[in-house]
């Protein structure tokens, strides 16, 4: 073994493997903040992640193949190895214990920057570029500071609505004009872009471009001035504080290297010019955030970006890791964590329903995702990363140049904004990048250079280290392929206008990948449209075979996604609203779709929809029901006791979902839809009359609510509603009618003749025959009067 303190005391050749790998790390790390393909359902994460596992695993096989062939191995020390690693070992065992494996391994399209792959991706390109880059780093910071200068640049230029890869619409499966969009950026989400832009700005200031085209462009100082101006335009706190912290970091670290180069009585190069555009960004900041400066005409053409609170994720991640002490329930399944804890905290919110896939930060997902195991892990890398800074600011001060300052503070930033947000693909492969420009600025001259033909041991080591790194990788790339095409047919499914078309689609995705549940829950939704189609065509034996065999797939692919996915609530709904659409055809339906709803209440508890399912559900059997007792002859009386049974489960279940929020404007109509049915017209309207000075804009509701007044023979409140909901909708036709029908109750003839007259005017009733014949009446004097009950009539 041969100890190296300087790159420049071994002088060895390179084999074109290491070359190879460099230059395929390197490309990786710089084209993953830019790269995006309008292929998947995951437009920028699911296509980051797959170019990150192939140069990571590209460059893993061809650093190995150097080993091989060179008979020697590199290894540069620094103290932060153990933590990465340690992170991904946390990351492997979260994940062999999770609740759900497959999201924990491969993640989902739009979620997936904590899944075991990114996260081991990320490792070996960490410690290829620790290992392959002999500059100390420069090279791969220019570039990746090119690249990141260059995505929010664009992003700042898309926030303003200057679309310049408009090209991009003609390619994108999914029907969407993804590029012409002011919130689309390469980076994520808007606030993804303010954060990268706030943890990139003393990189890119402080970045040197010697012997470059970027040196004129002076790509560092425009991207750092972009970024500034992305973080003005969102104006979010979060986003300054992480902006300050990398500034207060260039402050301290300037200061102190001055202190601790005089005190060894060094020359100090320290000029208080340093301190200008730190001093700058701190200022501009806390202005913006106290005057709370708005450029509407940007801001308002923008998403509003939700997330649960600080309170809220903590207290997901405290009761998760009450659960799950050690491991948490595993990576990426915040979602599950979130279903269980936390929705029932938004049941009396306008957020109740709403599904949060991350917390408010990092630090919070990674206490759900891997437990102790996480946050030790984490806690243990922060640990290394400032003691052995210390050392250096004590005992190498002449290593902290300006370009490494700047690599340390947004090193710092990262680490701040892993409090306050939670982190994309970008984002943490910025973070974990910013972790090996650090150990090769301050400890890039630390190498061990091992002959590995010297020792039997070694050499054994070596060629089963690339014996089994080739196989990882291979079967790696496999299923990462397989993964992606199925996320292409998955994405054409949902592209697709044709069912039949669509569906074909979703089976090659399944055959392809048969562990994610969203391809059984779509598979089993196209298949029952389907069985409506053929159930109200012309049957024959054909068909009636075709309608069997839709009715099973619909059911069978429905019940395997809850099989594969059994936490995910959305799976035990979908296989619910499976069995209620097939109520009219299989006897019991009811019950099981009632228990795929309790099972999903289960997963969810305190969310008051799956009740209101359940209680709609039980409300159209009783529709249906009450149809067939109309044309049953001598089994009316059976049919219509089972539909005042069907009533009660209704109003159990509505009355359930009342009690979870007393704010749910929906059950407390639907409840009002069953006292109607009931007879109990008094209860009917306190319950509408509940919900509607919360919908004082829904003539529907005007409407219903004129009809139950009328049949309160509360008249003036009818005839006050039923005007409201004309004004509301003027092509209301079925008010119009029923208002016409109370003005000839009140002999305002003339009002009547106006209301009809207004209803023919309206496209789709012009030659409603009703209407002419009831306007003749009218006209010729032939009027009822007084009409009887209105309610007698039927509607339009």
């Known amino acids: ?98 609740i759900d494996w497959f999201k924990s391994v491969f993640g989902l399209a739009g979620s997936l920057s904590d899944s ?58 999914s029907g969407f004009d993804l590029t012409s969009s002011r919130a689309f950026n390469t980076l994520g989400s808007v606030n993804a872009l303010g954060m990268v832009s706030a943890i990139a700005l003393p990189l890119l200031y402080r970045t040197k471009f010697e012997g470059s085209i970027f040196k004129y462009l002076n790509i560092g100082k425009l991207g750092a001035f972009a970024a500034l ?78 997330m649960p609170s600080q309170g809220l994720s903590l207290n997901v991640a405290l009761k998760t890791l009450k659960d799950n002490f050690v491991f948490g329930w595993g ?17 009396n919110s306008t957020l109740s329903g709403a599904k949060f896939f991350d917390s408010v930060s990092y630090v919070l997902n990674m206490a759900v995702h891997n437990g102790l195991a996480g946050l030790t892990a984490f806690g243990f890398l922060l640990f290394l990363i400032l003691r052995h800074l210390f050392q250096v600011i004590r005992f190498e001060p002449d290593s902290l140049n300006s370009e490494n300052v700047g690599v340390i503070s947004a090193a710092v930033a990262a680490a701040v904004a892993l409090f306050f947000h939670p982190f994309n693909t970008v984002l943490i492969m910025t973070f974990y990048v910013l972790l090996a420009l650090l150990a090769l600025a301050l400890w890039g001259k630390y190498r061990a250079v091992h002959n590995v033909e010297e020792k039997a041991s070694l050499s054994l ?105 059994p936490n995910e609530n959305s799976n035990w709904v979908n296989l619910g609203n499976i069995y209620q659409n097939l109520m009219r055809l299989v006897d019991g339906a009811d019950a099981l779709a009632e228990g795929a709803y309790l099972k999903a209440s289960e997963l ?81 309207i306190k319950q509408l009359e509940t919900v509607a000075p919360f919908n004082d804009n829904q003539p529907g509701l005007a409407f219903e609510l004129g009809l139950l007044y009328y049949r309160a023979n509360r008249k003036n409140d009818a005839f006050v509603q039923l005007q409201r909901a004309v004004v509301l909708s003027p092509d209301y036709a079925n008010a119009r009618w029923y208002l016409a029908l109370l003005h000839e109750e009140r002999q305002q003839i003339s009002q009547a003749i106006e209301q009809l007259e207004r209803i023919l005017s309206i496209e789709v009733n012009k030659d409603n025959e009703a209407v002419i014949k009831k306007l003749e009446e009218l006209k010729a004097g032939a ?14």
């Not at 260059?150 to 390619?171: D, E, N, R, T």
């Not at 986003?239 to 060094?266: H, P, Q, Y």
């Not at 305190?606 to 002859?633: C, E, T, V, W």
């Open 461 to 565: 080591i070596s060629s089963l280290g690339f014996i089994g790194g080739l196989i990882l990788v291979l079967v790696g790339f496999y299923f990462v392929s397989l993964n992606y095409i199925a996320d292409v047919k998955y994405a054409k499914a949902l592209g697709e206008t044709d069912t039949e078309s669509a569906l074909n689609h979703v089976v090659e995705a399944i055959n392809l990948n048969g562990n994610d549940d969203r391809f059984y829950r779509l598979s089993s939704q196209l298949a029952l449209a389907l069985l409506s189609k053929e159930l109200n065509a012309k049957s024959n034996g054909q068909e009636n075979n075709k309608i069997q065999n839709y009715l099973s797939s619909s059911v069978s692919l429905a019940q395997k996604a809850a099989q594969i996915a």
């Open 1 to 98: 073994m041969n100890i190296n303190l300087s790159e420049n005391e071994a002088d060895y050749g390179e084999t074109v493997y290491k070359k190879a790998a460099r230059w395929i790390t390197l490309s990786g790390v710089a084209l993953v903040p830019l790269f995006f393909l309008p292929l998947t359902t995951g437009v920028l994460e699911l296509n980051k992640q797959m170019l990150m596992t192939v140069a990571a695993g590209s460059g893993l096989i061809l650093w190995l193949l150097d080993v091989v062939m060179s008979g020697k191995l590199t290894w540069r020390f620094n103290p932060l190895d153990k933590g990465v690693v340690a992170l991904a070992g946390a990351a492997a065992l979260s994940s062999l214990f999770s």
């Open 229 to 306: 101006a992305v973080l003005a335009v969102i104006n979010w706190w979060v986003l300054w504080a992480v902006a300050i912290a990398g500034m207060i970091s260039m402050i301290a670290l300037d200061s102190v290297t001055a202190v601790r180069n005089e005190e060894n009585s060094k020359v100090s190069k320290f000029k208080i010019s340093r301190f200008l555009f730190p001093m700058t960004v701190i200022v501009f900041g806390i202005f913006l955030v106290v005057v709370n400066l708005n450029l509407v005409f940007v801001r308002n053409n923008l998403p509003v970006e939700i």
């Open 604 to 684: 969810r508890p305190g969310d008051p929809a799956f009740h209101n399912r359940i209680g709609s559900m039980y409300l159209l059997k009783a529709d249906l029901l009450r149809q067939l007792s109309a044309r049953a002859g001598g089994n009316a009386q059976q049919y219509n006791q089972q539909a005042n049974a069907a009533l009660l489960k209704a109003e159990d279940a509505f009355k359930k979902a009342i009690e979870m929020s007393d704010k749910f404007g929906l059950a407390i109509y639907n409840l009002g839809s069953v006292y109607e049915r009931q007879g109990k017209i008094n209860e009917a």
């Open 116 to 173: 075991l792959l990114t996260v081991v991706s990320l490792t070996v390109l960490y410690l290829l570029i620790i290992n392959l880059f002999d500059d100390n780093g420069k090279t791969l910071k220019s570039i990746f500071s090119v690249s990141l200068a260059v995505a929010i640049l664009y992003g700042l230029i898309q926030m303003f609505g200057i679309y310049i890869l408009g090209i991009f619409k003609y390619f994108d499966i």
């Open 783 to 796: 009027a009822s009067i007084p009409a009887g009950d209105i309610l007698d009539q039927k509607p339009l």
């Open 331 to 347: 990576p990426e399944n915040f979602s599950l964590a979130f279903d269980m804890y936390g929705a029932g905290e938004l049941r």
